[in-house]
């Protein structure tokens, strides 16, 4: 019995002593992305994220859609692309549709893909906090995306979670990724 509760003190004061190493505060800016804008790109870079951009705009004018997602490899082989999917799930976001789509198209072929590094997402609007979670989560590389969050609840009336990527991705801690936004 003393050395269960022996046990028990040195547990309880090996806890109290780390209990302060981790942030208390979750908006504290731990590993902070990078976000790029368009201005500051080579012409070169420019024209390579327009490329892939412009296959997620035709997808989703091609399905009178809304929002879509083409993932890329950084050698721009175009892997998959999606839309949004919100009459089968109202998580089914483009971005999140894309990295379902790409998983199923790997696994079919036998290619386990559990993350994403060495990839590109393309999105036709600002990740929602849903899918920059798990943009932040699935490791991609760099995720491009066409129009600002504000702009689809300020200007476009959309539903919307008035976050920025930015600000969602800031919040990765321990995720040990820094995913670029441009």
């Known amino acids: ?19 302060d190493s981790c942030p208390s505060d979750p908006f504290l800016p731990v590993a902070p992305s990078d976000l790029v804008q368009a201005k500051d790109l080579s012409a070169e870079d420019l ?6 951009m412009k296959i997620a705009l035709d997808r989703v004018i091609e399905v009178n859609g809304k929002f879509g997602a083409a993932i890329v490899h950084k050698n721009g082989t175009l892997m998959c692309v999606s839309v949004n999917q919100g009459s089968v799930s109202r998580i089914y976001h483009g971005e999140i549709a894309a990295i379902i789509n790409c998983t199923n198209i790997f696994a079919s072929k036998g290619i386990v893909q559990p993350t994403w ?4 997402i393309y999105t036709t609007g600002e990740p ?25 609840y300020c200007e476009r009336c959309f539903n919307q979670l008035p976050m920025a990527a930015n600000n969602i991705m800031n919040l990765g801690y321990g995720i040990g990724h820094n995913t670029q936004l441009i």
Not at 9 to 18: G, M
Not at 117 to 120: G, I, P, R
């Open 1 to 19: 019995m003393r050395f269960i509760f022996a046990l028990f003190l040195i547990i309880f004061a090996f806890a109290s002593a780390h209990a």
């Open 128 to 152: 929602c906090p849903m899918c920059s979670a798990a943009i932040m989560w699935s490791k991609f590389d760099k995720v491009i995306f066409g129009s600002y969050v504000s702009n689809m």
């Open 117 to 120: 590094e060495d990839y590109y």
């Open 47 to 52: 024209l390579f994220h327009e490329k892939y």
